[in-house]
């Protein structure tokens, strides 16, 4: 019976438009070509860093540069701004969701009924 509620759930946030303007966003942005080129340089840069740090060596200077100017150029892209604006709209209807859940949770625990539906 849970799995059912929550398969309902998720076929609901699916069809919400908070997820729906959260696939378009992304899928614009995934059509950026300059910005996917960024955040992939980023990602790199990012996962080199760690390799340093785990290796007890700090990321040059340079390195640091350069993801500061990828960063900046990233972030005034229209595709990004709306890509993040999306993402946080979503995650407060998941915060409001989980909530909800919460809620039901606290109230299933107090009633001494049980209910199949």
């Given at each position: 019976?849970?799995?059912?509620?929550?398969k309902d759930l998720g076929r609901l946030l699916?069809?919400?438009e908070e997820y729906k303007a959260l696939k378009?966003?992304?899928?614009?942005?995934g059509n950026d070509k300059d910005a996917v080129a960024n955040l992939q340089r980023m990602e790199t840069l990012r996962r080199?860093?760690?390799?340093?740090?785990?290796?007890?060596?700090?990321?040059?200077?340079?390195?640091?540069?350069?993801?500061?100017?990828?960063l900046g150029k990233v972030?005034?892209?229209h595709a990004y701004q709306r890509a993040v604006a999306a993402?946080?709209?979503?995650?407060?209807?998941m915060m409001?969701?989980?909530q909800?859940?919460?809620?039901?949770?606290?109230?299933?625990a107090a009633s001494p009924i049980i209910s199949l539906s």
């Open positions: 019976m849970i799995d059912t509620k929550a699916g069809q919400s378009r966003a992304n899928d614009d942005l080199d860093a760690q390799n340093m740090m785990r290796a007890g060596q700090e990321p040059t200077p340079e390195m640091e540069q350069e993801l500061d100017e990828l972030q005034v892209t993402q946080e709209n979503f995650d407060k209807l409001q969701v989980n909800w859940i919460a809620e039901g949770i606290k109230a299933g």
